[in-house]
């Protein structure tokens, strides 16, 4: 009787201890990105808004080290508080959304084009959720449309280093790495009907959202996000 006394003892302490340890994680949100492309452009990569961080906040959470918010969960919070989500939230807005769902650093951004270039640039800033105050600025990288993964994968490490958050351990990084390299070659199009499925998703047109993540996958038979959509969807 006392064995097993202690034995649930030592087992309620371990679960403690590993929920404190989760909780000591830095927590970090991205928002959807405020669109900035000119001319009829702008209306035509609105999707990407959500797109482009969905794409971030998978790219981040292959750090075990920092927990994320799924992007369902900010469309959730932004839905009950009847929030806009056209990328165009103000930054008190942004740190209220931040505290809702926990996270130490909320990430905010725009991604602007060229016209007539196949050029994307993308620009963010980080408030830390605590003081309301901006801790980082001007977080920027540029490339090419087509090589849009590849470019949030630079994004990412910039984040993770400009914000000194924990390293990604070596065996993630590594399987990361083998998983990047399996998505790089993604066809901004197929990211273009990624994102617009996403936001169909959000208004709650289910037929409409998967007809357009198949497809993406049809335009990149290898894409996986559009893959895991369809099944928290449930379908194939």
């Known amino acids: 009787m006392r064995i097993k006394t202690l034995f649930t003892a030592v087992a309620g302490v371990a679960l403690v201890a590993g929920t404190a340890l989760a909780q000591s994680k830095p927590t970090v949100a991205v928002l959807y990105l405020n669109n900035s492309a000119l001319g009829a452009k702008n209306a035509e990569l609105q999707p990407l808004s959500k797109g482009i ?48 769902v926990g996270a130490h650093h909320m990430i905010t951004g725009v991604f602007a084009t060229e016209l007539g270039k196949p050029v994307l640039r993308l620009s963010m800033r980080v408030f830390n959720v605590e003081t309301s105050e901006v801790e980082k600025g001007g977080i920027d990288v540029t490339g090419t449309t087509e090589s849009i993964l590849p470019l949030i994968e630079q994004l990412a490490a910039k984040i993770n280093s400009e914000l000194k958050l924990p390293a990604i351990p070596a065996r993630a990084r590594e399987d990361h790495a083998s998983a990047v390299k399996k998505q790089e070659k993604v066809p901004f199009q197929a990211v273009m009907l990624y994102s617009r499925a996403l936001d169909e998703k959000d208004h709650g047109n289910k037929d409409k959202a998967i007809t357009l993540f198949k497809q993406s996958i049809a335009a990149f038979p290898a894409y996986e996000a559009p893959a895991k959509e369809l099944e928290k969807l449930g379908a194939k």
């Open 53 to 100: 961080a969905d794409l971030l906040i998978n790219s981040l959470a292959s750090n075990p080290n920092i927990r994320v918010v799924e992007r369902d969960r900010i469309q959730a919070v932004l839905d009950e508080q009847k929030l806009a989500t056209d990328g165009k939230l103000d930054p008190e807005t942004s740190v209220r959304v931040g505290k809702i």
